[in-house]
């Protein structure tokens, strides 16, 4: 590997141009490649950083790339993964990992097998917000983590190629396109893995199951309950709220606290400031070239990926029977 680590972006949409912007900003780091089927996207993508446009994996990996970020549709995840860590490459896999067990298992498996370094996206984990509060339970400063909250609403997402994140079948709702950040987030922030998780949900305009809660228990005694919703207004956007309560304290923050304001148009529309932009992207992927330079570990394991996937589909699962599912028991393909 030269000094300057060389990266290949599969996918061009909303989350590839978060990953492209925080390579670009990343000390020792060029973008060569953005790759897409549809040639125009990628090429727009591609001129904002000065990388050749491709239309698939085989064409990044010839241009001798180090790195491949993983930007596509979770269906795709597995085979862009498993190609790009059997040509040695290290890999950025954008969360969820899979859209099931079976492809799940497939990274996995790839990861343990190579020694690059394989992370999921979970960027959750790399915003200030939600980094200082794991770091104040790691403290101790809030005792034995007994019950935490983690609720994340906005509107339907109007931004993936060809409405795929509207359709169940391909983006799983929002209980594993949004929650999965939840759940990934609650096990690492407690240090311990879900056991037990159960979903109620309620259709929207917006489609099936569009609203969603779920309770889950965790292997070292705490609770959560996680909230996912695509039926919030368009007007409020993305919010989030999260509290972590201890037996000796209590954090707490949410997204209205952190706004840095919002415009409000004659024709009903809203528009919130962000302050926080896209730091978390720029954290994530600074961790994951740290990583990749010092040889691991990795800063997200595929293995907390592939749980955070599993608690998930069990949540799905529980929405279908109605009843809790035990994850130290359930399976599925």
């Known amino acids: 590997m030269s000094d300057v680590l060389r990266v290949g972006v599969v996918g061009a949409g909303m989350i ?19 790759a897409d089927p549809r040639a125009a996207k990628a090429e727009r993508l591609a001129a904002t950083v000065g990388a ?5 994996l085989a064409t990044v990996l010839d241009l001798g790339v180090d790195v491949v970020s993983v930007c596509t549709p979770p269906r795709s995840h597995a085979d862009l993964a498993v ?5 040695g490459r290290h890999v950025l896999c954008e969360k969820p990992i899979a859209g099931s067990l079976a492809d799940g298992r497939r990274i996995v498996a790839a990861a343990r097998a190579s020694d690059r370094v394989a992370m999921v996206g979970h960027v959750s984990r790399f915003e200030p917000d939600h980094r200082a509060a794991k770091d104040l339970v790691e403290g101790g400063h809030v005792g034995d983590v007994a019950m935490m909250v983690h ?12 409405g795929w994140l509207a359709d169940p079948s391909q983006s799983g709702g929002p209980l594993l396109d949004l929650s999965v950040h939840s ?47 695509w039926a919030h207004p368009v007007a409020r956007g993305f919010k989030a709220v999260v509290e972590v309560t201890g037996t000796d ?22 528009t919130w400031f962000d302050p926080l932009g896209e730091r978390g992207y720029h954290r994530e992927v600074a961790a994951f070239v740290r990583a990749v330079r010092e040889g ?35 399976e599925v393909s």
């Not at 990953?19 to 900003?25: L, Q």
């Not at 190609?83 to 040509?87: N, T």
Request: charged letters at 15%; aromatic letters at 8%.
């Open 16 to 34: 590839a141009g978060c990953h492209v912007r925080a390579y670009a900003a990343t000390p020792g780091v060029e973008v060569v490649a953005v």
């Open 52 to 56: 050749r446009a491709c239309s698939d």
């Open 249 to 270: 304290g209590r954090i707490s923050w949410d997204y209205d606290h952190l706004n840095g304001g919002a415009m409000y148009l004659v024709d009903g529309g809203a």
């Open 83 to 87: 190609g790009a860590l059997g040509a």
């Open 151 to 162: 609720s994340l609403t906005t509107s339907l997402p109007g931004w993936s190629e060809g």
């Open 183 to 229: 759940f990934d987030y609650l096990a690492w922030l407690c240090g311990s893995p879900a056991t037990r998780v159960h979903a109620v949900a309620a259709d929207s305009p917006a489609g099936p199951a569009t609203y969603v809660v779920a309770t889950v228990r965790y292997a070292g005694g705490a609770m959560a309950q996680v909230e996912a919703s």
């Open 296 to 330: 691991g570990p990795s800063p997200v394991p595929v293995e907390a990926g592939f749980e955070a996937v599993r608690t998930a589909l069990a949540a799905q699962e529980s929405l279908r029977t109605g009843r809790p599912v035990d994850l130290r028991t359930w």
